[in-house]
């Protein structure tokens, strides 16, 4: 089925709808939403979860919470197709809701970012060498007119490749986290 809403309405207005027409049509009790990391605002999770949703979403590995960090910084490796768990804090005030997050480990996953950051930095050590423009490149850090690489920024985002997140509302009890990553899929 197909529904087409009008541009300027806010996707809570429009998903609330859509799932409980589904749910109604194929008498479907209980409904696990799965989406991509565009649906990850805090109030699009919040709005699924006050209407009685479970929901499974892709989360970027940049909003990784520092405790992820810290298990790596320790020199402690994750095996491939391992799943971590932490709980990120989302939303702003008395919408704020602690939310359970799956990390997913792929070797192939590691492999093909550990290029894309190679690439990136390839072109960031460009713009540095006046070869290229400066445009949204990830890697350059301004200070001043001086440019140069974020090694800080590198370092991050090579601790974290490999790595791919999942925010749930569902209890561990209820679906573990390889569980979650096979759902997600």
Do not use: C, W
């Not at 997050?101 to 540095?128: C, F, G, P, W």
């Not at 423009?133 to 007119?145: A, H, I």
Request: glycine fraction near 8%; hydrophobic fraction near 35%; proline fraction near 2%.
């Amino acid at each position: 089925e197909v529904n087409a809403f009008t541009g300027d309405t806010a996707e809570t207005l429009t998903l609330i709808p859509v799932l409980r027409a589904f749910q109604d049509r194929h008498d479907v009790k209980d409904l696990v939403v799965v989406a991509d990391a565009g649906m990850l605002s805090a109030g699009n999770l919040n709005a699924l979860e006050d209407a009685g949703f479970s929901f499974i979403v892709g989360s970027r590995i940049s909003k990784a919470p520092y405790d992820l960090f810290e298990h790596f910084a320790h020199g402690t490796a994750i095996d491939d197709g391992d799943t971590l768990e932490s709980k990120r804090l989302m939303g702003t005030g008395s919408n704020a809701r602690e939310r359970r997050v799956v990390y997913h480990y792929s070797s192939k996953r590691d492999r093909r970012d550990n290029h894309t950051l190679n690439k990136q930095i390839e072109r960031a050590q460009k713009v540095i060498d006046g070869t290229r423009p400066l445009k949204k490149d990830r890697f350059v850090k301004l200070n001043g007119t001086r440019r140069g690489i974020d090694q800080t920024l590198v370092d991050r985002s090579r601790q974290v490749a490999g790595l791919k997140g999942y925010v749930t509302n569902i209890p561990a009890i209820r679906l573990n986290g390889r569980e979650v990553v096979a759902a997600y899929h």
